[in-house]
Structures are given as structure tokens and as C-alpha cells.
């Protein structure tokens, strides 16, 4: 690198090894003389005490400098840590959340079982279901190990989910009420009608309602609104489970019977703990 030259044309390097010569001399005739003042003094001044406060200033900066960037060093580390704690603290958070759900569902379920406490009950757990977004077919965690059999009534949310189809040992799998391939006996509460309850998984995607049909209904009671809950004729239905509330309702061409569609109180969409009842429907009909 090539070195700066002063306006002379002496080079800065050589300038300040003249400099500082001249200074060693000084300090060393004024040492020498024992002059405490007079000119010697006076550029003895001009010349050390710039350069003192130069140094001066050079340490002060490195040593702020220093400073600083040990604070930044901890502000940093600090920082990492508060955030590790704010990670901690949502996780916590988080899990909180999930028990408080799960103690919300299980409290639901209790409320469930005391509204049916004729019936003995158990709970279980969705582990499984279709490939559709609602739960027409699903599987849960308990089987033939837990008292689970074929044909028991599956409950939730108030009311009727479906029955069990088939039983391993430590799992069964439930079709619902919202399957095309369901079919369940019911009745109008308020006029004590029967008809039949058909699963629709489209229909219930479209507009979450499922059809009713043949409907005896002469004197024209059954009114939007009305309760229809599973008949005492049904051959593998327990009486008295809640389906759904009638949300339209028309004549069939026949002129004889009605049909119409029914909102489920249960939500289908969104299920994840269900009930289900440890009696089958024979054993129901010789008690």
C-alpha cells in the first residue's frame, strides 16, 4: 500500500520518526537542564498533549466498544432465553388446551350417560373413519375385550351416532345413521308416529340433513320441528334414543303416507368420543 505524503512531499511515516525524535530530545534537554517551563514546556504541551488526548480517546472508544458489545453479547443470550420460556410457556398453554378439551368432551359424555342411565354405557374413542370428511363409517378403540358386540347402539352428543357392525378384539367398527346403506325405525315423538329414517351421505354433505319416509300421518300433526327418536319396533334399535328434529315434510304421491328430511343432532363432521351402549335390542325386549 502506498503511503500518504504530506504537503512537503515528505512521507507521514518519516514525518511522525522526526517527530517523535524530536520529542525524545526535548524530554531529554528539559530532563537534563531541570527546566520545568519556559519554551521547552510550552511545545512540549503543544505537541504531548494532543497526542495524550488522542490515546486517550482511542482507549475510552475500544473500551466503550468492548462494553457494548458484551451487553449485546447478554442481551442476545437473554433474549434466547426469554424466547425459549415464551416456547415453554405455549407449549404448556397448548397442552392446557388439549386437557381442558378432553375433560369438556369426556363432562358431555358423562351429561350423555345420565340422560340414558336405563342404559349401561361405555366409552370409547374414534381411532379410525372413512375416507369421507364425515364420519358415515368409523372405527374406535374398544372390542369384543371391553363387552363390545355386534348390533349395540353407538351415542353421542345427545343422540344417536349408529350401531356396531363388526368386533375385533380391541376395536369395532360403527356405520351411522348418515350411511347410504342405513335404514332405522323411528318415531314422531309428539304424535307417536313411525317411519323410517334412511341414511344420505350427499344429502347430508349438501344441507347436513337425512331423509324420513313413509310417514303415517293422516291428521297432518307432525310439524317441522317435532322430535323423531328410534321406535320401540325396531329390531336392533333401543327405543327412545334421540335421531334428529323433522325439518320439512310433504305428501308422497300415494296420498297416503309423507316424507320429508330431518336435521341429526348429532354432528357428523366433527366427532371424536362416542358411547356405546352395552345391551343389545333382544336382550331389551325380554326384560
Known sequence: MRQRKTGGGIPSKYLLTLMSILCIMLLFVSYS?????????????????PMQKGIDFIGQTISVTSADTKTKEELIEENEALVAQVEELNSQIDSMKLQLDELSELQELYEMDQNYYDYKTTGARII???TSNWFNTFTIDKGSNDGIAVNMNVIADG???????????????????IDDTSNTSATISSTEDNCIVSGSLESIISDNRIKFS??????????????????AISDKYLPGLMIGYV???????????KSGTLTPVVDFKHLSDVLVILQLKESYQVE
Open 33 to 49: 537542564t531541570g527546566f520545568s517551563g519556559g519554551p521547552l514546556t510550552v511545545i512540549a504541551n503543544h505537541i504531548f498533549i
Open 128 to 130: 379410525a373413519k372413512g
Open 159 to 177: 343422540g344417536l351416532v349408529g350401531i356396531v357392525t363388526s368386533v375385533g378384539s380391541d376395536y369395532a367398527v360403527v356405520r351411522t345413521i
Open 214 to 231: 313413509n310417514l303415517d300421518d293422516e291428521e297432518d300433526k307432525v310439524a317441522i320441528g317435532d322430535v323423531i327418536t328410534t321406535s
Open 247 to 257: 325439518s320439512s315434510v310433504q305428501d308422497d304421491e300415494n296420498d297416503l303416507t
